[in-house]
Protein backbone atom coordinates (compact mmCIF):
# COMPACT_ATOMS: atom_id res chain seq x y z
CA UNK A 1 0.00 0.00 0.00
CA UNK A 2 1.28 3.70 -0.83
CA UNK A 3 0.03 6.24 1.03
CA UNK A 4 1.39 8.93 3.45
CA UNK A 5 1.32 8.38 7.30
CA UNK A 6 1.12 12.09 7.59
CA UNK A 7 -1.52 12.68 5.54
CA UNK A 8 -3.48 10.30 6.52
CA UNK A 9 -3.19 12.19 10.23
CA UNK A 10 -3.80 15.13 8.56
CA UNK A 11 -7.66 14.44 7.01
CA UNK A 12 -8.09 12.33 10.48
CA UNK A 13 -7.93 15.60 12.36
CA UNK A 14 -10.25 17.47 9.86
CA UNK A 15 -12.45 14.62 9.41
CA UNK A 16 -12.72 14.71 13.56
CA UNK A 17 -12.96 18.30 13.63
CA UNK A 18 -16.07 18.18 11.06
CA UNK A 19 -17.71 15.45 13.66
CA UNK A 20 -17.70 13.07 10.36
CA UNK A 21 -17.96 9.25 11.14
CA UNK A 22 -15.73 7.30 8.99
CA UNK A 23 -14.32 4.08 8.50
CA UNK A 24 -11.02 3.37 6.52
CA UNK A 25 -10.60 0.88 3.68
CA UNK A 26 -7.53 -0.34 1.93
CA UNK A 27 -8.60 0.56 -1.94
CA UNK A 28 -7.34 1.62 -4.99
CA UNK A 29 -3.40 1.29 -3.60
CA UNK A 30 -4.01 3.20 -0.48
CA UNK A 31 -6.35 4.47 1.82
CA UNK A 32 -9.69 5.19 1.56
CA UNK A 33 -12.17 6.98 3.48
CA UNK A 34 -15.89 5.67 3.67
CA UNK A 35 -18.45 8.01 4.70
CA UNK A 36 -21.81 6.37 5.02
CA UNK A 37 -21.03 3.51 3.32
CA UNK A 38 -19.79 4.97 0.69
CA UNK A 39 -16.19 5.54 -0.84
CA UNK A 40 -15.88 9.49 -0.48
CA UNK A 41 -12.43 10.04 -1.16
CA UNK A 42 -8.83 8.82 -0.90
CA UNK A 43 -5.28 8.90 0.16
CA UNK A 44 -2.57 7.68 -1.65
CA UNK A 45 1.21 8.57 -3.34
CA UNK A 46 1.44 9.05 -7.00
CA UNK A 47 3.30 6.13 -8.47
CA UNK A 48 5.92 7.99 -10.84
CA UNK A 49 7.07 11.22 -7.93
CA UNK A 50 6.00 9.36 -4.48
CA UNK A 51 4.18 12.69 -3.93
CA UNK A 52 0.81 12.87 -1.70
CA UNK A 53 -2.29 12.40 -3.86
CA UNK A 54 -6.00 12.43 -2.71
CA UNK A 55 -8.40 10.90 -5.08
CA UNK A 56 -11.23 12.99 -4.43
CA UNK A 57 -14.98 11.49 -5.32
CA UNK A 58 -16.80 14.77 -6.46
CA UNK A 59 -20.12 16.87 -8.12
CA UNK A 60 -18.82 17.79 -11.96
CA UNK A 61 -18.73 21.25 -11.41
CA UNK A 62 -16.32 20.36 -8.75
CA UNK A 63 -14.46 17.90 -10.91
CA UNK A 64 -13.88 20.65 -13.52
CA UNK A 65 -12.95 23.37 -10.91
CA UNK A 66 -10.40 21.29 -9.92
CA UNK A 67 -9.03 20.82 -12.93
CA UNK A 68 -8.30 24.14 -13.49
CA UNK A 69 -5.10 23.58 -11.49
CA UNK A 70 -2.47 21.72 -12.98
CA UNK A 71 -1.36 19.26 -10.31
CA UNK A 72 -4.89 17.82 -10.54
CA UNK A 73 -5.70 14.87 -13.22
CA UNK A 74 -8.85 12.75 -14.05
CA UNK A 75 -8.86 9.43 -12.42
CA UNK A 76 -8.32 7.01 -15.44
CA UNK A 77 -9.30 2.87 -15.71
CA UNK A 78 -8.70 0.82 -18.27
CA UNK A 79 -8.49 3.75 -20.58
CA UNK A 80 -11.28 4.77 -19.55
CA UNK A 81 -11.90 8.81 -17.26
CA UNK A 82 -14.02 7.72 -14.38
CA UNK A 83 -16.78 10.50 -13.93
CA UNK A 84 -16.62 12.43 -10.45
CA UNK A 85 -12.95 10.89 -9.29
CA UNK A 86 -10.41 13.45 -9.59
CA UNK A 87 -6.92 12.63 -8.60
CA UNK A 88 -5.27 16.12 -6.51
CA UNK A 89 -1.82 16.72 -6.50
CA UNK A 90 1.04 19.09 -5.71
CA UNK A 91 0.00 22.13 -3.36
CA UNK A 92 -3.54 21.23 -3.41
CA UNK A 93 -2.94 17.79 -1.70
CA UNK A 94 -0.01 19.35 0.58
CA UNK A 95 -1.70 22.53 1.94
CA UNK A 96 -3.82 21.70 5.05
CA UNK A 97 -6.13 24.69 3.99
CA UNK A 98 -6.21 23.09 0.73
CA UNK A 99 -6.86 19.50 1.78
CA UNK A 100 -9.81 20.58 4.06
CA UNK A 101 -11.29 22.53 1.18
CA UNK A 102 -11.58 19.83 -1.51
CA UNK A 103 -12.68 16.66 1.47
CA UNK A 104 -15.14 19.57 2.05
CA UNK A 105 -16.17 19.29 -1.71
CA UNK A 106 -16.21 15.53 -1.28
CA UNK A 107 -18.45 15.28 1.85
CA UNK A 108 -20.87 17.57 0.25
CA UNK A 109 -21.05 15.18 -3.01
CA UNK A 110 -21.59 11.85 -0.56
CA UNK A 111 -24.95 12.08 -0.05
CA UNK A 112 -25.85 12.17 -3.74
CA UNK A 113 -23.87 9.20 -3.98
CA UNK A 114 -25.97 5.36 -4.31
CA UNK A 115 -24.14 3.14 -2.08
CA UNK A 116 -22.64 0.05 -4.07
CA UNK A 117 -24.30 -3.38 -4.18
CA UNK A 118 -22.44 -5.72 -2.07
Known amino acids: MA ?7 KIRII ?8 EEKKMFNGICF ?3 DKMCFGSH ?5 SQEII ?6 ADCQEALEHSSNVPMIMQEKVMPN ?3 IGGEEAA ?3 RMRYWIGKCLAYNPQVKKSKK
Open 85 to 87: YIY
Open 3 to 9: YSDLQLQ
Open 34 to 36: MVD
Open 45 to 49: LDKES
Open 95 to 97: SDA
Open 15 to 22: LNDLNVTY
Open 55 to 60: LARMSD
